[in-house]
């Protein structure tokens, strides 16, 4: 089934001029982006996206990360597409990463591992809307 999955190419993949190189695993691996834009997230936003973590430890230091510069959200399109951009980055932490991984290749520890994948279809549509208008994809891509 095809459907869509939301990317965010990081603060730390930005500072360390990875985009090209982690678009170019993307589209390599077959994906369609039908959307992408470069956005520097405010507190509140950073919030509100990561809302599902805000009991969890890490959450201040997540969202100091995510607002400490810009980021590349990315709406994708493949059959099977949350599980295969998941397959596609790796784990959460590169030193558990699976060679030739995004975040094997490009990340420097668990917290700044370059890119974000939705973790199930729902949270992929929540998460795209978050950053992309139903407007804004149909005008991108001209869907009638």
Not at 5 to 17: G, N, V
Not at 82 to 95: K, N, Q
Not at 96 to 122: C, F, M, P, W
Request: charged share 30%; with cysteine.
């Amino acid at each position: 089934m095809t459907n869509r999955s939301l990317a965010i190419l990081k603060p730390d993949c930005i500072r360390k001029q990875l985009i090209g190189n982690v678009i170019s695993h993307i589209q390599k691996a077959g994906f369609k982006i039908l959307g992408l834009k470069m956005v520097r997230l405010t507190e509140d936003s950073a919030k509100g996206f990561y809302e599902i973590h805000k009991e969890r430890p890490f959450f201040n230091d997540l969202i100091k990360y995510m607002t400490s510069g810009p980021c590349v959200p990315i709406v994708l399109e493949k059959e099977n597409a949350v599980e295969e951009f998941r397959s596609l980055i790796g784990a959460t932490d590169p030193a558990k990463a699976d060679e030739g991984t995004i975040r094997k290749l490009y990340a420097d520890n668990i917290q700044e591992n370059i890119v974000h994948g939705s973790d199930s279809n729902e949270n992929a549509l929540k998460e795209i809307s978050h950053f992309f208008s139903r407007k804004e994809l149909l005008e991108i891509n001209g869907w009638n």
